[in-house]
């Protein structure tokens, strides 16, 4: 009894574990949420959350999965008041759409994967512009979310040290391949 | 490459790793394509949830603003270091300039409550009103919401006007028990009815996702000047006549120059105006010559929300509460 109870336990603690990137990625949501307004509210917050998703697409899809994912854009939802499965769609596409080009991306350099986030910034920002235009039925402005993207590029290599640190905790390169 | 295979770890990570990671992607995917479809065919349906998912996380929220505020107000400490002797000069002129506007104030006012004695004219309605701290900003490129940590406990229903010490900030779209949501007169979904001091002329300002929402709804070869103020009105009965919001941007187009900008206060106050009708579900205007409904007959506005008790409610006309 108690060995299955300890079987249970480690098996928790590993789930937590390999929870890491979400449990991240949502603290970071929290804290980009939170009212400091900086730069007087004319430069937006960068996406966190699609550099995480992009991250992990490439360098450990199965500690991202896309249940993850879906969790990650329903709390956006939740949290900015935008439609529900807004950007759990945007997201999941996101995420399908970096996947696949996954074999491209591992193992290219620093500017390269860079190269390729801000790719897949640039095709989101006009996706998440096209589902938004048709959701609300006019057009929205192009240029706040054009924006954020160019934020998100920007910020992007501070993201993917911090995630690539994580990343060393779970595994080794040479399982992630 | 076997013992890479047994080795891996992860949440989906075993031989049939690849395609449970495909099907669970477009199942996935399907799901949030529902929910969007769902969520634009019945408007609200999901404020129930949202409401509850926002009064679990508010104490997160919560938490992170405090520190979030102190940085915001070092760093503003930090800027205006370097500035402090120009805004000090400035300060001055300005002091002066409104100790001569607030005699000239009284006097008005003496005035004014002379001339609505002589003409018996029924005074506004004093308006309460409950103070809350923003705990999370969510203005992306996308949406316009900010979140206060007060709600219905503390009286807020949905449609109240938010001000700051600027002017109106917008209004309550959902209220939890002690959160509330507040919908950004700059986001696409803000409509809100406005006069134009001056031209007596009334609009609808809509949002847009920019900082400067547009007037529509102007009346046929109306004209405006770049400058001129603009409150609410009371017409519709969502908000209290005399909020200051703006003024007319010199654009080209009709567009408003919001006095509260994109800058954020800490504190925002939520004013307890009851509106007359729901803003989401108000039935649409008769047409002329239509038969009014019976009195007392259902006419699907939904009733007044009942007002809970404030915690420190206070009373103060709705000008003084602002200086626009």
């Known amino acids: 009894m108690l060995e299955y109870l300890q079987i249970g336990i480690l098996w928790a603690a590993r789930q937590v574990w390999y929870s890491m990137p979400l449990l991240i990625t949502l603290v970071a949501l929290l804290l980009?949420?939170?009212p400091l307004n900086l730069f007087q509210g004319y430069a937006p917050a960068p996406d966190i959350v699609l550099a995480s998703v992009f991250f992990w697409a490439i360098f450990g899809p199965q500690f991202l999965p896309a249940w993850a994912v879906f969790v990650l854009g329903l709390t956006q939802d939740f949290a900015t008041g935008a439609p529900i499965g807004f950007w759990a769609l945007i997201y999941l596409s996101a995420y399908g759409f970096s996947l696949s080009q996954?074999?491209?991306?591992?193992?290219?350099?620093?500017?390269?994967?860079?190269?390729?986030?801000?790719?897949?910034?640039?095709?989101t920002a006009f996706a998440t512009w096209i589902a938004g235009s048709t959701y609300f039925m006019r057009w929205l402005p192009l240029g706040p979310i054009m924006l954020q993207?160019?934020?998100?590029?920007?910020?992007?290599?501070?993201v993917a040290k911090t995630f690539l640190f994580v990343r060393g905790f779970l595994t080794t390169a040479r399982e992630a391949l | 490459m076997a013992w890479d295979r047994k080795r891996r770890r992860g949440f989906d990570s075993g031989p049939l790793g690849f395609i449970t990671r495909n099907l669970s992607i477009a199942f996935l995917v399907v799901v949030a394509f529902v929910a969007l479809v769902v969520a634009r065919a019945q408007d609200g349906i999901f404020d129930g949830v949202r409401e509850t998912v926002t009064d679990a996380t508010a104490p997160v929220m919560e938490v992170v603003a405090v520190p979030a505020s102190e940085f915001k107000r070092w760093s503003d400490g930090v800027s205006s270091f370097f500035s402090v002797y120009e805004e000090n000069q400035r300060l001055r002129e300005e002091?002066?300039?409104?100790?001569?506007?607030?005699?000239?104030?009284?006097?008005?006012?003496?005035?004014?409550?002379?001339?609505?004695?002589?003409?018996?004219?029924?005074?506004?309605?004093?308006?309460?009103?409950?103070?809350?701290?923003v705990i999370a900003d969510a203005t992306g490129?996308?949406?316009?919401?900010?979140?206060?940590?007060?709600?219905?406990e503390q009286g807020l229903a949905k449609g109240q006007a938010v001000v700051d010490e600027r002017g109106l900030l917008g209004r309550v779209i959902t209220a939890g028990n002690r959160s509330a949501r507040i919908l950004l007169l700059t986001d696409l979904n803000s409509r809100i009815p406005v006069l134009?001091?001056?031209?007596?002329?009334?609009?609808?300002?809509?949002?847009?996702?920019?900082?400067?929402?547009?007037?529509?709804?102007?009346?046929?070869?109306?004209?405006?000047?770049?400058?001129a103020r603009i409150v609410t009105t009371p017409d519709g009965g969502v908000f209290p006549p005399g909020i200051a919001v703006g003024k007319v941007s010199d654009s080209k187009s009709p567009r408003v120059e919001l006095f509260t900008g994109e800058a954020r206060a800490d504190f925002v106050r939520i004013l307890k105006y009851m509106p007359s009708v729901d803003v989401d579900q108000a039935p649409p205007e008769p047409l002329p010559g239509a038969i009014a409904p019976k009195e007392g007959a259902a006419t699907g506005a939904p009733t007044q929300p009942a007002a809970a008790t404030p915690t420190t409610p206070k009373t103060t006309p709705v000008a003084a509460l602002l200086p626009g």
Do not use: C, H
């Open chain 1, 32 to 34: 980009a949420l939170a």
């Open chain 1, 102 to 123: 996954r074999v491209f991306f591992f193992g290219r350099t620093v500017r390269g994967v860079w190269l390729g986030f801000a790719i897949v910034a640039i095709v």
């Open chain 1, 149 to 158: 993207a160019a934020v998100s590029i920007i910020v992007f290599p501070l």
């Open chain 2, 95 to 133: 002091n002066a300039r409104l100790q001569t506007n607030l005699t000239e104030l009284a006097e008005l006012q003496r005035k004014t409550r002379r001339y609505e004695e002589l003409l018996k004219v029924r005074p506004d309605d004093a308006i309460t009103f409950v103070a809350a701290r």
């Open chain 2, 141 to 152: 490129p996308f949406v316009r919401t900010v979140l206060v940590n007060a709600g219905r």
């Open chain 2, 196 to 227: 134009i001091e001056g031209s007596n002329l009334k609009a609808i300002m809509v949002g847009d996702n920019t900082s400067s929402p547009v007037l529509e709804y102007l009346p046929p070869g109306s004209r405006i000047t770049a400058g």
